[in-house]
């Protein structure tokens, strides 16, 4: 963030926190005389705690109803100790204690509905839609304090000063770890800046995958004629992983090899939720394709956790080659009839034609290692 927006930024999170807190003391003085401080003190801890978490609910779920709304599909949702995903055609939902950010939502293009950019324009719009609603509820009773209970104003009310923190925090056009917030992207898409076009190049090539095509059946232009962009840039990231499967789907070692080394570089550039993703692929091609049994062995843990939560046609595949890796071929061809099932019913057909391609290669790996004397 520049120097003036930094300014801008703190400018108005001061501002419109303390403003939101000294209407907070005045209501707050208004019904004191008639709640005891006993009652008044953990109403006003547990329905700080509640609205805010409430808050951020509805922030996430503003993405995910007006994505819909525009056409996108359902893929993950992130908030705080929790994710919910849809895998193989089933919702399933994750205890996370650990989740290092507050919330996201991810969500595929369905190739029908509002055009790209748009679509995306309107996903990033409802998070926005939900942090307002949830401010304003709670504005709202802070409004009628004089005039109704004061219990109801203690449990929604106060939480107005942090709700507001969130709605700016989403709002302003910045980068929070690497990632841009909905403010910045409205902004990119409005700007048509470089990011933007990089990101409807991205959503282009995954609406081919649902519509069945693999990715090396993607028009090279789509991947390799875009704008230059940060590396840092989230988009960037996506755009990296496209051309990782571009060069998978090929069988060209030596633009794989690229795209492997290129992740490889900027892995710590990326935010968590797109480094856990594309760890995954330098872990399958370090098992045979360019060997490294410390990389296998230092990440193998953190990379069988992501695998087994999306548990789809993907992860069937580098199980598999992991298990062969490791002399298990039993555990192995498990992995290959149960990724065969999984490839049926997974949201994008061209992504489990490569798939489906690579797992039959890998049970030809086995054959040979049966035949052996």
Not at 56 to 69: K, M, P, Q, T
Request: aromatic content about 14%; glycine content about 6%; proline content about 6%.
């Amino acid at each position: 963030m520049k120097l003036k927006s930094r300014i801008l930024y703190i400018f108005l999170l001061l501002a419109g926190f303390f403003g939101f807190a000294v209407w907070c003391v005045f209501s707050a003085i208004t019904i004191f005389s008639a709640v005891p401080w006993y009652v008044f003190v953990p109403l006003f801890i547990s329905g700080l705690a509640f609205t805010v978490y409430a808050g951020i609910v509805l922030h996430e779920a503003g993405h995910l109803v007006f994505g819909l709304f525009a056409g996108m599909k359902f893929k993950e949702l992130r908030i705080p100790f929790f994710i919910i995903r849809s895998s193989n055609g089933r919702i399933k939902v994750f205890f996370n204690v650990k989740n290092s950010f507050l919330g996201s939502c991810e969500m595929y293009p369905s190739g029908s509905g509002i055009p790209y950019p748009k679509a995306f324009a309107w996903e990033a719009f409802g998070g926005l839609a939900g942090s307002f609603t949830a401010l304003s509820v709670s504005v709202l009773f802070l409004i009628l304090t004089p005039f109704i209970s004061a219990y109801p104003v203690i449990l929604f009310g106060f939480a107005a000063p942090f709700l507001y923190v969130i709605l700016l925090e989403n709002a302003f056009p910045a980068e929070v770890n690497g990632a841009r917030t909905d403010g910045g992207q409205l902004l990119e898409i409005l700007r048509k800046t470089p990011s933007s076009q990089v990101l409807v190049s991205v959503l282009t090539a995954q609406a081919c995958y649902r519509a069945g095509k693999a990715p090396s059946e993607l028009p090279y232009e789509l991947l390799f004629n875009v704008p230059q962009i940060p590396e840092n840039d989230s988009n960037y990231a996506l755009l990296l992983n496209n051309r990782y499967l571009y060069a998978l789907d090929c069988g060209d070692i030596s633009a794989l090899k690229d795209a492997h080394l290129r992740i490889r570089d900027v892995l710590p550039n990326l935010p968590e939720v797109y480094a856990e993703q594309l760890i995954c692929d330098i872990f399958f091609d370090s098992l045979f394709t360019f060997p490294d049994d410390e990389f296998v062995k230092v990440n193998k843990n953190a990379v069988f956790k992501t695998l087994d939560a999306d548990d789809d046609v993907n992860s069937c595949r580098i199980r598999g080659y992991y298990y062969l890796r490791a002399g298990d071929t039993a555990k192995a061809f498990a992995e290959i009839e149960k990724g065969r099932s999984l490839a049926r019913i997974y949201p994008m057909p061209g992504i489990a034609k490569m798939e489906l391609r690579l797992i039959s290669e890998l049970e030809s790996k086995i054959a040979l290692i049966a035949l052996r004397p």
